[in-house]
């Protein structure tokens, strides 16, 4: 579902060269959800940005449900990016508009009907377990209410990948077990196949099928949960 190829990412800082991604090869499977784990600076986001193409890779081949993305005109990108949702620590919601509006927004961007966009936002408000809440304003939720929102969002195109950057990291324990549980139903439920980056084991130990171990940009271990961390 996705596959990276040798990616390799180089910032230039004025003179400097900083090398966030050296030669990072994976691939997901449909359906699974998998993690990559890293201290801060250890090139997670990069690469998670990678896979949507936020960044473009110095060298090496991005490739979504068999698309290369690299070689893909700013159409055809945008149309791959449709199959692609993204969460994020910080939720990214607009402080503006109600919870209806910001999961209709992308979908009025893309055109759907009047009737189709009350149908999806209904729809995946109730899975996230928030239809009651549609006329508020992000500053009337709590922080997993609001991620509940951006997961709303994030599904209401109906992408068949998640991208996860660091989603629970702002919330409390409880809090991050209703997030979890919540990823894990849509995995199953929706058969979306996730894609997640995180500092924290236990996010690892209670979703992940495989997992990569990242370290100064490179993948210096990688396999199935069970295989690359003992079980508490
Ligand atoms: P992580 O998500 O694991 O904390 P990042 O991907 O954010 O790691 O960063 C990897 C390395 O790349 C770090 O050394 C960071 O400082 C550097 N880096 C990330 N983004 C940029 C950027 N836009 N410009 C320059 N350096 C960057
Ligand atoms: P626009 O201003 O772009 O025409 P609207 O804000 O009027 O869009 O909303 C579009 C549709 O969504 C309307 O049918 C409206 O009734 C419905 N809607 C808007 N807010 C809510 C809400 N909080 N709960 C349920 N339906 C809503």
Not at 33 to 49: M, P
Not at 100 to 106: E, S
Not at 195 to 207: N, P, Y
Request: net charge negative; charged share 20%; glycine share 6%.
């Amino acid at each position: 579902m996705i596959e990276l190829k040798n990616i390799t990412k180089n910032y230039k800082v004025g003179k400097k060269t900083i090398n966030a991604l050296d030669d990072v090869s994976l691939s997901v499977h449909k359906g699974e959800i998998y993690g990559v784990i890293g201290y801060s600076g250890a090139g997670k986001s990069t690469l998670i940005r990678c896979i949507n193409l936020l960044e473009t890779p110095t060298e090496g081949e991005v490739f979504v449900d068999g698309i290369k993305l690299n070689d893909l005109n700013k159409n055809d990108l945008q149309q791959t990016r449709q199959k692609i949702g993204m969460i994020f620590q910080g939720y990214n919601l607009l402080t503006t508009a109600t919870v209806y509006d910001n999961v209709a927004i992308p979908l009025k961007l893309a055109g759907l009907s009047k009737d189709l966009i009350q149908q999806r936002v209904k729809k995946y408000l109730e899975i996230v377990g928030l239809s009651d809440r549609a006329s508020a304003f992000p500053a009337q939720l709590s922080g997993g209410q609001k991620q509940r929102v951006a997961i709303a969002r994030a599904l209401s195109h109906e992408p068949e990948i998640l991208l996860s950057d660091e989603a629970t990291s702002a919330l409390d324990p409880t809090t991050t077990e209703s997030i979890l549980d919540l990823l894990l139903e849509i995995n199953q439920e929706l058969d979306l196949t996730i894609f997640l980056i995180t500092h924290e084991l236990s996010v690892i130990q209670r979703l992940c099928d495989r997992v990569a171990v990242m370290q100064d940009g490179q993948i210096v271990e990688q396999g199935p949960v069970v295989d690359v961390f003992t079980q508490p």
